[in-house]
C-alpha cells in the first residue's frame, strides 16, 4: 500500500489551493511521491531497520530527524545479540558501540511526526501544477512536437522532463526544507 500524501484536500483549501474537483487527493498522493522521491528519503515519521558501518565506537543514523532509537543488534553472522550500554545523543549519532563491532542493525524512528505548512504549502503548489500540466497540450508523455498540414508546434523539452517530478525552484525549495540529502553508504561485500 503506497504512503499517504502528506497533505490533505482539507490542507489546500485552508492554504488556499484549489484542485480539480473529485481528484484532489490523486493529484496530492503523486505530488507527495515527487516529493519523496527528490527528498531520497521518508519524510513522515516511519520505523527503519539499517544496517551500518560502526566507525570509532559510534554510528551516524541517516533520514533525519531522529526521534528514537529503539535497538542496536549485532549482525546474525556475528551471532546477533541486542548490545547494551550504548547512548544515542539525541540527534543522528549513537556512540559507545563496542569497537570489535563492524556492522550493526539499528532500528530507529525518524522523519516528521506533523508536516509544517511550509512543506504542506509545497505539497499543494506541486499538486495543482500537476493538476494543470495534465490538461496542457503537448504535455503527454514523451510528445515533442506535434504538426497539422502547415502547422506545427514543439514544445520544451524542460517541460516534458519537469512534468514527472519537481521544478528546479520546487527541488530546492525542498533541500532547504530538508536540509542535505543523506549521504551515499557503500557496503563493502564479505
Do not use: N
Request: aromatic share 6%; hydrophobic share 40%; proline share 8%.
Amino acid at each position: 500500500m503506497p504512503p499517504l500524501p502528506l497533505a490533505s484536500p482539507a490542507d489546500a483549501v485552508r492554504l488556499g489551493y484549489t484542485l480539480p474537483s473529485g481528484r484532489e487527493m490523486e493529484f496530492l498522493a503523486r505530488a507527495s511521491a515527487r516529493l519523496r522521491r527528490d527528498a531520497g528519503r521518508p519524510i513522515s515519521s516511519t520505523t527503519s531497520t539499517v544496517r551500518l558501518r560502526v566507525e570509532g565506537g559510534k554510528v551516524m543514523l541517516p533520514g533525519g530527524p531522529v526521534t528514537a532509537v529503539s535497538t542496536v543488534v549485532r549482525l546474525p553472522e556475528d551471532g546477533g545479540a541486542t548490545l547494551t550500554g550504548w547512548r544515542w545523543d539525541g540527534m543522528e549519532h549513537i556512540h559507545c558501540i563496542p569497537l570489535w563491532c563492524a556492522d550493526v542493525l539499528v532500528t530507529y524512528t525518524h522523519g516528521l511526526a506533523t508536516i509544517p505548512d511550509e512543506l504542506l504549502d509545497l505539497v499543494c503548489s506541486v499538486a495543482v501544477r500537476l493538476g494543470q500540466t495534465e490538461e496542457a497540450p503537448g504535455m503527454e508523455v514523451g510528445k515533442r512536437s506535434e504538426s497539422i498540414d502547415d502547422y506545427a508546434v514543439t514544445y520544451a523539452v524542460e517541460a516534458i522532463e519537469t512534468a514527472s517530478g519537481l521544478l528546479p525552484g520546487e527541488s530546492q525549495q525542498l533541500a532547504a526544507f530538508l536540509g542535505s540529502s543523506p549521504g551515499a553508504y557503500v557496503v563493502r561485500p564479505r
